[in-house]
């Protein structure tokens, strides 16, 4: 089973058939749309009516949910699942944790039950303090997670060049490390990967300009 983390940043343009063409070759571009089961986009920027534009957006038969953006993220935020229909993956439960920034699905595959949650965080610390901490309140009981998204931190400094602005520190470290705890899950690289292979190498990263700066802010975290 494959599982593709995504921030599409931005599929709400007025044009949505232009839209929709634009993600495909992007998503079919290096062929591992081929291969991938489980799709996990952020930042789609699509409100609720708008959705419904975009059900044929991944070629194929695909189950997909939408955590539509919503209030003042209507420009920058919603998060998608969507499982590929001939992966044999089971859905159990599914639904919206945070409005346009958490969703998750209960799945089964091959007689193992998981839970997949695909998060957007803000982009603010304290924000993100309160957000670790109704995630903890709202997430379903799984004995195991996949947890990916946009984080909008790192968690080390191996993760960060330049400025270290987005590392986690104080009230959100204990928040983010309590929410971690809980559900039992590493992020994936430094559970595959050596831990001196810098992880930028490998990660697709905006450069801040005015910051000098890249961060991997976009991570998949399992359980062991």
Not at 21 to 38: P, V
Not at 132 to 141: G, V
Not at 174 to 187: C, E, H, P, V
Request: with cysteine; glycine share 8%.
């Amino acid at each position: 089973m494959r599982i593709c983390s995504w921030n599409v940043q931005g599929l709400g343009g007025s044009q949505h058939q232009l839209e929709k063409r634009r993600f495909r070759r992007e998503w079919e571009a290096d062929g591992l749309c081929k291969t991938i089961d489980i799709l996990l986009l952020q930042e789609h920027h699509l409100g609720r009516e708008r959705t419904e534009l975009f059900k044929d957006l991944l070629p194929g038969d695909w189950y997909t949910w939408w955590a539509p953006a919503h209030g003042v993220l209507e420009r920058r935020g919603g998060v998608c699942i969507s499982v590929r229909k001939s992966a044999d993956i089971t859905t159990l439960d599914h639904g919206i944790l945070i409005e346009g920034r958490a969703m998750f699905c209960y799945l089964e595959w091959r007689n193992v039950k998981f839970g997949v949650l695909n998060v957007y965080a803000p982009n603010i610390s304290n924000e993100r303090t309160s957000f670790w901490r109704l995630l903890a309140n709202k997430i379903p009981s799984v004995d195991n997670w996949i947890v990916a998204g946009d984080f909008n931190m790192t968690e080390r400094v191996e993760d960060c060049l330049g400025a270290h602005s987005n590392l986690l520190h104080g009230e959100e470290l204990r928040a983010w490390g309590f929410l971690t705890s809980m559900l039992g899950i590493r992020d994936s690289w430094y559970s595959t990967m050596a831990v001196e292979v810098n992880s930028l190498r490998f990660s697709r990263f905006g450069w801040k300009e005015s910051e000098g700066c890249h961060s991997r802010l976009d991570r998949i975290y399992v359980s062991p």
